[in-house]
């Protein structure tokens, strides 16, 4: 019975996404592949990656406490946190400029990641079980929302990637667009617009609290431990077992 009620991810998979258990050979040749839209995203990605690096041994060598906060900031966005990297940049003494500029830079780079694998394991390019598992999570949240982000348009999408929610962040407003055929131009505009306003509040938010409370940094680094074992498991179990209803 126990075995019955089972359901593989490529069981769900063939319900959720059937284009991943086609067993189609990609049509498209590698050079054909980056030169397309998501394959121009993901070598964004790649050069942001390459920045992202210099800028964190460059600032390690400097002053490694910097280094770390850079660190740290980019663990907090990976994992969903917007906010929890916004205000470790705040505490540690990084003007609200430069945690603008840094937190945008982050959601960028890991936009282009998520956006780009997302629809290279979608349309079978990519075959990995454990990304296959994660394609199936990130579509089943997607289409949760589709319907009420595609009523408002670009509006919605801009709306839904600002409010700061659980599973309302960039890399889902960016599936959610692929699955509204939004072009990549009219996807990002909408995705980062709103993630720059997002991160302009939070900062103006932060600041405020770090000049009126004087144990905020240290609220901050409880705050993400508390984060950080809260939410690593569920991150986790995006990639290892399709997530339920």
């Known amino acids: ?22 067993g189609k050979a990609p ?17 964004v990605g790649l ?16 002053d490694i406490r910097v280094g770390q906060t850079l ?29 603008i500029l840094y937190n945008m830079f982050l959601e960028v780079l890991i936009v282009c990641y998520c956006y780009s694998l997302f629809v290279f394991s979608f349309n079978n390019y990519l075959k990995c079980k454990w990304l296959t598992v994660a394609i199936i999570n990130a579509e ?15 509006l919605g999408l801009f709306t839904f990637v600002m409010v700061p929610l659980p599973i309302t962040g960039p890399a889902a407003g960016s599936i959610i667009a692929y699955f509204l055929k939004f072009s990549v131009l009219r996807n990002f505009s909408a995705v980062f617009s709103g993630t720059l306003v997002s991160i302009i509040v939070w900062t103006c938010f932060f600041d405020y609290l770090d000049r009126h409370i004087a144990v905020f940094k240290y609220a901050m680094l409880a705050v993400l431990i508390v984060f950080f074992f809260r939410y690593f498991k569920t991150i986790k179990g995006w990639f290892i077992q399709p997530i339920n209803e």
């Open 71 to 99: 660190l740290l900031a980019f663990v907090a966005h990976t994992l969903g946190g917007r906010a929890a990297g916004i205000g470790l940049c705040i505490a540690f003494g990084f003007s609200a400029q430069i945690t």
């Open 27 to 43: 049509e498209k040749s590698a050079g054909t592949l980056y030169r397309s839209g998501e394959g121009l995203v993901l070598l």
């Open 140 to 154: 089943k949240q997607a289409l949760k929302h589709k319907k009420t982000v595609s009523r408002y348009g670009w």
């Open 1 to 22: 019975m126990a075995e019955d009620k089972k359901q593989t991810s490529q069981d769900i998979g063939k319900t959720f996404a059937p284009e991943l258990h086609q």
């Open 47 to 62: 050069l942001l990656t390459v920045i992202f690096i210099a800028l964190v041994i460059y600032s390690l060598m400097l």
